[in-house]
């Protein structure tokens, strides 16, 4: 949306872009034209090029609300083009080494630890997230490329041995060939990051769609694999909407697609490309739980579920929203507000800012809307951030803290999934009602429980039917060791994103049955069900 404003405040909205940019360090990159405002480029073959489209998507600072470039809706000869160059490289790249392919991570993970700064301006500057937030956003994704350091260890198949008279099994794993990745716009650089160094180092190709509200990571991310190493056309970057999803979901050279976003999108790629035979994983929507028993740490649960619940602006798929407070830690409740109270929000490059804005107008609208429709429901409003003013940032995107009580399972606040800062406090009597509760959601990415008691702790791991617990975590996201394993309707697919289940995902399991028998002791073939002998 065009932002209109009076000559004297458009001289003030503009002083606080360039403050934010000065700030910053914003220069133009590779991967913007020099127009005004720029125009972010597709990446297709190793080069950065312009797009020849006529449909532009206009790419907002959150803070501020100005216009600060334009995303192109690639064409389709240009996404074609992405798909082609990605099939030639791919068989190419697919016949060098794993370790050689490795080699190219370990430069990668090298270029992107040097260049963590550089990469979280921009996240604050296109996402709106403090540079904090942003660097540990970068860090997670740079967790999985140093995993995929390993993946000549991780790749290994099965063998056995002599499962009859000179008749042996074995196992290996081999790359599908191009696949694609389509991300959300809440973590720039740690979901990219998910997705193509596990699917390049099993010796894939991949076409990346980024978020086009917010697409400078991956275009940075790119240049640095191309920096690194890979060659070209193994990674590819197009843009656009729906047309663009379309076109990945159908194109059949495409076999494996890794998508991060809301329920409606997911579910649409999903079925779509399922029926065309396409493997598809989908992280979507969440609504995760926090069981807070009397037993519990009080003043550590209580400043992580601040932490949890607000951190980001709300804008994670394992944020916290909902929490419960069984029996006697009903009486914490006022202490919460206590603190939560105390977090500062502005936007993400001012130091100390604890929430920055959300990613862009619409969604605000829209938090504020839910939140409104929940409290005619009966939920009472312990704080209220709708109406946050932050002076220098007048036009940004802003919602501060806010905390409902008193909410129950037919409240809109608990049925849809806010994604933002706004806490949820649901009061239970018993433990077991807590479980039910949680369990009684549809959504199943994390659910938390906090107490000091390890027999709680046990019967709640055991019970509960997220796919991530956390003991005293409040944001359970394994490291890449293992895998996200979000589940019930916030996951679509056989296999979970990174860890084994990752490579498990953009590979196939060929299996091969081989006989070498010494000419003196060759079997007999014959025409009956082959039994693999009696020795």
Sequence with gaps: LKIMFSHK?????????????????????????????????????????????????????????????????????????????????????????????????????????????????????????????????VFRGLEVVEQCCAMATIMQGETAENLSANLDTYSYRRPLGVTAGITPFNFPAMIPLWMFPTAITCGNSMVMKPSEKDPGATMMLAELAHEAGLPDGVLNVIHGAHDCVNFICDDPTIKAISFVGSNTAGEYIYNRASTLGKRVQANMGAKNHGTILPDADKNMTLDAIVGAAFGAAGQRCMALPVAIFVGETQAWIPELVER????????????????????????????????????????????????????????????????????????????????????????????????????????GNGASIF?????????????????????????????????????????????????????????????????????????AWSTTMPTLGTK
């Design 9 to 137: 405040s458009g001289l003030a909205f503009r002083a606080q872009a360039l403050a934010v940019k000065k700030h910053l360090g914003v220069v133009p990159r590779a991967y913007f034209s020099g127009s005004s405002p720029p125009k972010v480029k597709n990446f297709i073959d190793g080069k950065f090029e312009d797009s020849a489209t006529d449909k532009w998507i206009e790419l907002t600072n959150p803070a501020t609300n100005e216009i600060i470039g334009l995303v192109p809706e690639s064409t389709t000869e240009e996404m074609n083009r992405a798909v082609k160059s990605a099939e030639k490289a791919q068989k190419a790249w697919a016949e060098v080494s794993t370790p050689n392919r490795v080699r190219v991570m370990l430069n990668y993970q090298k270029l992107i630890r040097d260049n963590t700064e550089r990469l979280a301006e921009n996240i604050t500057y296109e996402q709106g997230k403090t540079l904090a937030d942003a660097r540990g956003d």
């Design 340 to 443: 939560a109270e105390k977090l500062k929000v502005n936007a993400g490059h001012v130091a100390g800012t604890d929430v920055g804005p959300l990613i862009d107008k619409a969604s605000k609208d829209r938090i504020l809307k839910l939140v409104e429709e929940g409290i005619k429901e009966g939920a009472t409003v312990l704080l209220d951030g709708r109406n946050v003013q932050v002076p220098e940032y007048p036009n940004g995107n802003f919602i501060g803290p806010t905390i409902l009580d008193n909410v129950t399972p037919d409240n809109t606040t608990y049925k849809e999934e806010l994604f933002g800062p706004v806490l949820c406090c649901v009061r239970v009597d018993s433990f077991a009602d807590a479980i039910k509760l949680t369990n009684d959601n549809a959504w």
């Design 451 to 523: 107490t000091s008691s390890g027999p709680n702790a046990r019967k709640f791991q055991h019970e509960i039917e997220a796919g991530q617990v956390g003991i005293n975590v409040p944001i359970p996201v394994p490291v890449p060791s293992f895998s996200f394993t979000g589940s019930k309707a916030s996951f679509r697919g056989s296999s979970n994103f990174y860890g084994k289940a990752g490579v498990h995902f953009y590979t196939q399991l060929q299996t091969i049955t081989s006989n070498w028998s010494h000419p003196e002791n060759a079997p």
